[in-house]
């Protein structure tokens, strides 16, 4: 179990990695599907088959 959050000084700074971390992470993935976007690939494929499921009908 995590343990409790001692002052003001520590919560405020958890609070700034978490927004820090997450702005890393959205840079992150825009930076990766753009090169997908500009060459036109599909990050899905429209009409595509589905693949068979572990339950049969």
């Excluded at 700034?16 to 899905?44: E, N, S, T, W």
């Amino acid at each position: 179990m995590p343990r409790p959050l001692q002052d003001k000084k520590e919560t405020l700074y958890v609070l700034v990695m978490m927004a820090v971390r997450l702005v890393a992470a959205a840079l992150f993935g825009f930076g990766v599907l753009g090169p997908y976007d500009r060459k036109g690939l599909h990050r899905i494929p429209v009409g595509a088959a589905p693949e068979k499921t572990a339950v049969q009908d």
